[in-house]
């Protein structure tokens, strides 16, 4: 992707201390099966300041990945918070945290405090969830419904994703004894979550399936809840996901069967107690300009004006009834296994605008597209099959918002690759996308 070079000559991290210095102190809590020389930031929370938490990855005991959170915290607050998470976290008869000597560390001369995972104080139930032999009793009664009796008797853990302070997805691998063999899972996906969140989203997937027949996407199936852990259980659903598929031959017409589902999915007669409307969307590019600005201040003129003229655009969108949608729809939670196509992380669902939905995806799909280059028209015929399939399905009213919805979409794509360090891609990236933006803004969608 051609276009300016904005990199800045200074540290993108701001209130986060760099790298070299972190790594320094962590290195005298850590075991020596730790690389700490090869921890990296893998993600950024970011405020209207600068950045104010940091997600650091790297080789862990076991060959386990390790993850700690580090959040810019004033000492006589740091060291509170410290001697909590402390108490709260350790377990008797083994080590408190997996490669660390506590799981919670306050680094007096950094200002920071650290939260070695499964630590996390807005998520009090990792610590279990992330305990194999704490869950297995757990699970098998979460799961005795189904399981004919089977003793649950091995639990395997795997984070698939985490989000401090947020959520956590786990895979759980399970071996049985006795019981049904068909009727008990090897494979488990749960959900931990804060317990407002829990309890907005955990009858969403029981919900969509009672119409599952009638849909194009398979969903997971809703295996129970664990309500004192704050975690929702789900099956396992087979495929690739579908933004690893944009250079296939098949893409395109691929991409006409998404739409086609995208389509389906909005008109299912499914209402959520929940809104994701106009002004949620006017709220988000507020919040995403002023932290972006703080990520890439030599372009903040130029993220301020976009993000003024994406507000002004969507406050005079007309107004329409809402509809379900899927609040997250993008190549990473589309599966594709055959001819199946599944949709999973239905979290976000609400009741919004169908074109935002189109928007997210088209904008995804502009940047494969913009990421191929010449090197292949794929991606472009498929973001082409894609727009064209559903723009054919829907109502012109629909179709007038997508452009609004595809311009914001990439601000927000733009924005989001600033979020990630260790992604050299990510000046080239962002300014890509604010490209895009800009140009959607000005001339339509291509």
């Not at 939260?115 to 610590?127: E, K, M, N, S, W």
Request: glycine fraction near 8%.
């Amino acid at each position: 992707m051609d276009g300016r070079d904005p990199r800045p000559p200074a540290d993108m991290t701001g209130s986060i201390p760099d790298l070299a210095r972190v790594r320094a102190f962590l290195r005298r809590w850590c075991d020596t099966e730790v690389a700490v020389d090869r921890l990296e930031v893998s993600h950024l929370t970011v405020g209207p300041d600068g950045p104010r938490r940091a997600l650091y990855e790297g080789p862990g005991p076991g060959g386990q990945v390790l993850r700690l959170v580090a959040q810019r915290v004033e000492p006589a607050e740091g060291r509170r918070l410290e001697a909590e998470l402390n108490r709260d976290h350790r377990r008797p008869g083994g080590p408190a945290t997996p490669g660390f000597a506590q799981p919670a560390i306050y680094a007096p001369e950094l200002h920071l405090l650290f939260q070695a995972f499964p630590a996390d104080r807005r998520l009090g139930a990792l610590a279990q969830a992330a305990d194999g032999g704490a869950m297995a009793a757990v699970l098998e009664a979460a799961l005795a419904p189904r399981t004919g009796g089977a003793r649950l008797v091995g639990v395997a853990v795997h984070v698939v994703r985490y989000k401090p302070a947020r959520k956590c997805l786990f895979r759980y691998e399970l071996t049985w004894a006795g019981g049904a063999a068909p009727s008990r899972p090897a494979v488990v996906y749960a959900k931990v979550a804060r317990r407002s969140k829990f309890e907005r989203t955990r009858h969403i997937l029981g919900r969509l399936r009672a119409h599952a027949d009638s849909l194009v996407f398979e969903l997971p199936e809703p295996l129970g809840t664990v309500p004192e852990l704050c975690m929702e259980l789900f099956s396992h659903l087979a495929g690739v996901h579908f933004s690893t598929l944009v250079t296939t031959d098949a893409f395109p017409q691929l991409c006409e069967r998404v739409a086609a589902g995208l389509h389906h999915f909005h008109t299912l007669p499914v209402a959520l107690g929940w809104e994701w409307d106009v002004a949620a969307n006017v709220a988000r590019v507020s919040d995403s300009a002023a932290e972006f600005a703080a990520l890439l201040p030599a372009e903040r003129p130029r993220i301020a004006a976009l993000g003024q003229d994406l507000r002004a655009r969507l406050g005079a969108l007309p107004t329409q009834p809402l509809r379900l949608i899927h609040g997250d729809f993008h190549g990473g939670n589309i599966l594709v296994d055959g001819t199946r196509i599944g949709l999973v992380d239905l979290e976000s669902c609400a009741m919004g605008d169908p074109a935002d939905d189109v928007g997210s995806n088209w904008a995804q799909l502009t940047w494969h597209t913009l990421k191929a280059g010449a090197r292949t028209p794929i991606p472009s015929l498929g973001r082409h099959a894609f727009l064209e399939a559903y723009l054919r399905r829907t109502d012109a009213e629909t179709a007038a918002r997508v452009p609004t919805y595809a311009a914001m979409h990439c601000f927000l794509f733009a924005y989001q690759c600033r979020r990630h360090p260790q992604d050299p891609a990510r000046y080239e990236n962002a300014e890509a996308m604010l490209a895009a933006c800009e140009q959607v803004l000005a001339k339509g969608l291509p």
